[in-house]
């Protein structure tokens, strides 16, 4: 079992940075595959960014990249999203998620974990 729990979220202005934390619970934390997603008002989920059980491979959304970089502390047991100049299109509930497999993560298919989420709001 694996406890998912987001902090960092907050209001910040356009081209501002925010950095969300994700921390888990559970020994099992190394073995899993991280990831973040979000939801904008009136839209769906989608996919953010994702790191691998070893932290070797990470993958971004196109419209992150750039901007934004994912990395887990294994002493922490703590993932993270630093978001590097913000627009308001990135305003959303952001969800951390764990999943064994990879490419079943960054899919969003059948996703074993999810957090409960935090909200970002970017202003312009």
């Known amino acids: 079992q694996v406890q998912l729990v987001e902090s960092g979220g907050g209001l910040v202005q356009a081209g501002g940075s925010l950095r969300l934390s994700c921390a888990a619970s559970?020994?099992?934390?190394?073995?899993?595959?991280m990831g973040w997603f979000r939801r904008a008002p009136g839209k769906e989920r989608e996919f953010v960014a994702a790191?691998?059980?070893?932290?070797?491979?990470?993958d971004y959304a196109e419209s992150v990249k750039g901007r934004f970089t994912i990395s887990r502390d294994y002493a922490e047991n703590t993932v993270y999203l630093q978001m590097n100049n913000l627009n308001p299109e990135d305003t959303a509930v952001y969800y951390c998620?764990?999943?064994?497999?990879?490419?079943?993560?960054?899919?969003?298919?059948?996703?074993?974990?999810w957090g409960q989420g935090t909200q970002v709001t970017v202003s312009s």
């Open positions: 559970g020994r099992t934390f190394r073995s899993y595959a």
């Open positions: 998620a764990a999943d064994l497999n990879y490419p079943d993560l960054i899919r969003g298919r059948d996703v074993a974990y």
């Open positions: 790191i691998s059980w070893r932290g070797g491979t990470t």
